[in-house]
């Protein structure tokens, strides 16, 4: 990780909303903090902006799909102008990992919560919220594995 606050802000990108999680490689946590509205196209970039100046992060991670990967598609453009657009703004490093199964990881969270009496009835939202942290544990794991291997 870059050097600096040792956060990471890590982003599940959606055409209507986009799932954000915050997390410390330090403390390897990762858990959704907000979701944003992605509608139309139109990023609520204000509130994406708070969240950065609230938890100045050193590096941004995106997840991008690897086995249903069309890159014509308009969502895949769309994530990549997103991609860029954080780059642009925070000039800040831009990670990309694997976010294969993320939603399904994070519907199977949120469902054992449910059974276990820790969380009640769940929302879209708070999908996207955990498969942000999903997306974040994940480049942790890959993070410390590249870290662990020089």
Avoid at 92 to 106: C, F, G, I, Q
Wanted: aromatic share 8%.
């Amino acid at each position: 990780m870059p050097e600096g606050s040792g956060m990471a802000l890590a982003f599940d990108f959606g055409m209507a909303r986009i799932g954000v999680a915050v997390g410390s490689r330090e403390a390897e946590t990762a858990r959704g903090i907000a979701v944003v509205a992605n509608q139309t196209g139109a990023v609520d970039w204000a509130a994406i902006d708070g969240l950065v100046r609230e938890w100045a992060p050193s590096v941004l991670v995106v997840g991008e799909p690897c086995e249903q990967r069309d890159e014509y598609s308009a969502w895949f453009q769309a994530m990549r102008r997103f991609c860029s657009e954080l780059k642009r703004r925070y000039r800040l490093p831009v990670e990309r990992v694997n976010e294969d199964y993320s939603s399904a990881a994070a519907r199977a969270q949120l469902r054992a919560e449910r059974l276990e009496g820790r969380r009640g009835k769940t929302n879209r939202g708070e999908t996207d919220k955990m498969a942000a942290a999903c997306i974040l544990s994940t480049w942790f794991s890959e993070h410390d594995a590249v870290l662990r291997e020089n």
